[in-house]
T-cell receptor, first 118, second 117 residues
Framework: GAVVSQHPSRVICKSGTSVKIECRSL??????MFWYRQFPKQSLMLMAT?????????EQGVEKDKFLINHASLTLSTLTVTSAHPEDSSFYIC??????????????FGPGTRLTVL | AQKITQTQPGMFVQEKEAVTLDCTYD???????LFWYKQPSSGEMIFLIY??????QNATEGRYSLNFQKARKSANLVISASQLGDSAMYFC??????????????FGSGTQLTVLP
């Protein structure tokens, strides 16, 4: 159980375009989803916490107008990278918090989206 | 100060042997949770094991066990009978606060494990 999907898995776009990444919890309801960013050979860095029905909470240094997050339902959160630039190229991973997981608060991760901005 | 420290950037282990991946943490919160995730080259993060700060016994999940030493603030992952498929990056992570809170995870820098045939 506790499957999280992400779409697309890989995207290549031109500089200046916007890219939307979807994160879905497939077999559970997730009131909270998290968006992380990972550069090659580095750890995951939290970008924002997404709560269903309310505004996302962004980490310090993350531009909320550039990285738009929408958590419209208990199973879907979207991250839109607006006006993407080459420095936005990275691996973006979402996770969803399952209240029914064995440890009561384990986060289950999506497979990630590799964004390349040309 | 680093909240999660993994001091081993890379580790090698012979197939079928056991290996310990180190993790130390820093928190003043009496309630916290510790997690280990595996990230193969495909990029997905796979949950392995969880230890709560109030858990009396060390967590075990199949070939994975967590050596939890609260006084030392360490939560080392032990993988027994290593398999070639265990080769991956391993991340230690911590959630501060009670389990019901929507707190994010803080990750360590990771350890790249390579299992040798």
């Amino acid at each position: 159980g506790a499957v999280v999907s992400q779409h697309p898995s890989r995207v290549i776009c031109k500089s200046g375009t916007s890219v939307k990444i979807e994160c879905r919890s497939l077999d559970f309801q997730a009131t909270t989803m998290f968006w992380y960013r990972q550069f090659p050979k580095q750890s995951l860095m939290l970008m924002a916490t997404s709560n269903e029905g309310s505004k996302a909470t962004y980490e310090q240094g993350v531009e909320k107008d550039k990285f738009l997050i929408n958590h419209a339902s208990l199973t879907l959160s979207t991250l839109t990278v607006t006006s993407a630039h080459p420095e936005d190229s990275s691996f973006y991973i979402c996770s969803a918090k399952s209240q029914g997981s064995p440890s009561t608060d384990t986060q289950y991760f999506g497979p990630g989206t590799r964004l390349t901005v040309l | 100060a680093q909240k999660i420290t993994q001091t081993q950037p890379g580790m090698f282990v012979q197939e079928k042997e056991a290996v310990t991946l180190d993790c130390t943490y820093d928190t003043s919160d009496p309630s916290y949770g510790l997690f280990w995730y595996k990230q193969p080259s495909s990029g997905e993060m796979i949950f392995l094991i969880y230890q709560g700060s109030y858990d009396q016994q060390n967590a075990t999940e199949g070939r994975y066990s967590l050596n939890f030493q609260k006084a030392r603030k360490s939560a080392n992952l032990v993988i027994s009978a290593s398999q070639l498929g265990d080769s991956a990056m391993y991340f230690c992570a911590m959630r501060e606060g009670t389990s019901g809170s929507a707190r994010q995870l803080t990750f360590g820098s990771g350890t790249q494990l390579t299992v040798l045939p």
